[in-house]
């Protein structure tokens, strides 16, 4: 892998993790038109773990009270086990998925087709949003019931095209949660979804040894690190004040272009 691939999939991954416009949409577009050879067990570690610290950072403070909470009496009713539970129906659709199944998804239109129906879907929940009063109420408020819609939907975001973040926040927008709770709601519940694939990826790395040059591994490790970090800070701003129009338009214009160009 060169220096130069090396920082376009950093950016790609760091910014499309957090985003609702789909990782898989844009590296199915950059791999054609650019014509990347970007696979590799090591970097697919790296750049996972620097989405981790990503979010991590951002929401440092939102984390610490998360783990404080669930080592008190209060655990029960903790925002960190509704974080776990909702963690659960995409551990076990990946379960499912995991005897090879997964290919048969792995097509350049349903990332095409995804990319344009979620979009308009995120849009829909984003009208439902504006009905909805900004809350002062802090994430441990979201009940029990919204989190494992939240949970359900993450599961649905293993189809290509369809974006983890994105699909998440939608469904919590429909089940009522505001934007700006549901956004970070979605970054946490990313923490242990991201962690789990950094600890299977870095098994398999341990077990066949490092596959590319220590170099662009770093650079892009970097790279995922410092646009993962602005994603979050600028969507959490944007969201103040913004809707998720523009990033349905961009999700389906980009859905045709996949169309027209694959």
């Known amino acids: ?12 991954q760091g910014v499309t993790e957090f985003l609702p416009v789909s990782s898989s949409g844009h590296l199915v577009l950059i791999h054609e038109l650019f014509g990347l050879e970007t696979e590799s067990l090591s970097f697919d570690v790296a750049l ?5 610290i990503a979010v991590v950072w951002v929401l440092r ?23 776990i539970v909702a963690t659960i129906p995409s551990v076990l659709f990946g379960l499912l998925l995991s005897d090879g199944s997964e290919f048969l998804i792995r097509s350049t239109k349903i990332v095409a087709f995804s990319m344009i129906f ?15 009063k900004k809350s002062n109420l802090g994430l441990e408020k979201i009940s029990w019931l919204q989190s494992v819609i939240v949970g359900i939907a993450q599961a649905i975001a293993l189809i290509p095209g369809t974006s983890r973040s994105g699909i998440t926040m939608t469904a919590g927008m429909f089940a009522g949660i505001d934007k700006i709770r549901v956004a970070k709601f979605s970054f946490l519940l990313s923490i242990p979804a991201i962690l789990g694939a950094t600890v299977m990826s870095f098994i ?32 959490l701003r944007f969201l103040q004040k913004g809707s998720f129009l523009w990033f349905a338009i961009y999700r389906v214009i980009l859905g045709v272009l996949i169309l027209i160009i694959m």
């Open 1 to 12: 892998m060169t220096i130069f691939e090396a920082i376009i999939s950093g950016f790609i």
């Open 48 to 52: 996972h773990l620097a989405t981790l």
């Open 61 to 83: 403070k939102e984390v610490i009270d998360v783990v404080r909470v669930m080592f008190s009496k209060k655990i029960f009713s903790s925002l960190g086990l509704k974080v």
């Open 118 to 132: 979620w979009g308009i879907v995120l849009y829909a929940s984003d009208l439902i949003a504006r009905k909805n």
């Open 204 to 235: 398999d790395v341990i077990d066949k040894g490092l596959d590319m040059t220590i170099t662009p591994l770093i650079i892009g490790c970097l790279v995922a690190l410092v646009f993962g970090v602005l994603a979050i800070e600028f969507l």
